[in-house]
């Protein structure tokens, strides 16, 4: 297996068992998205809480250049860490949310 398909196996079960936690309160679910072809990764949040409407990306994933960048964490302790665990090295994580200055202090990859 080469390193996209395992940065793409990895990314689709790190999101998948996000994805199975229920919310507890209000009316939300969460719904996986899977672009293999563009290497384009969404965990949505759908539903309503209370009497508001909730559409918002919780997470973003791309696979850039033999890279997975993370445009968008919105997962309270992050996810970085579970990529790490699975087995994604920190110099082929970009944490595309920091802008590129900060990038370099980050001990993970500047893009």
């Known amino acids: 297996m080469d390193n996209l398909d395992k940065y793409r196996e990895i990314i689709t079960q790190v999101l998948t068992d996000y994805a199975q936690i229920p919310y507890a309160y209000g009316d939300l679910q969460r719904q996986l998205i899977i672009d ?3 290497n384009n990764f969404l965990l949505l949040t759908i539903g309503w809480q209370n009497k508001t409407r909730v559409h ?16 968008r964490d919105g997962i309270e302790d992050g996810i970085t860490n579970d990529f790490l665990a699975a087995g994604i090295p920190k110099d082929k994580i970009v944490l595309a949310f920091h802008p590129p200055s900060v990038r370099p202090y980050t001990e993970f990859a500047v893009s």
């Open 36 to 38: 293999r072809e563009r």
């Open 56 to 71: 918002g990306c919780l997470v973003h994933i791309e696979i850039i250049d033999d890279k997975v960048w993370i445009q």
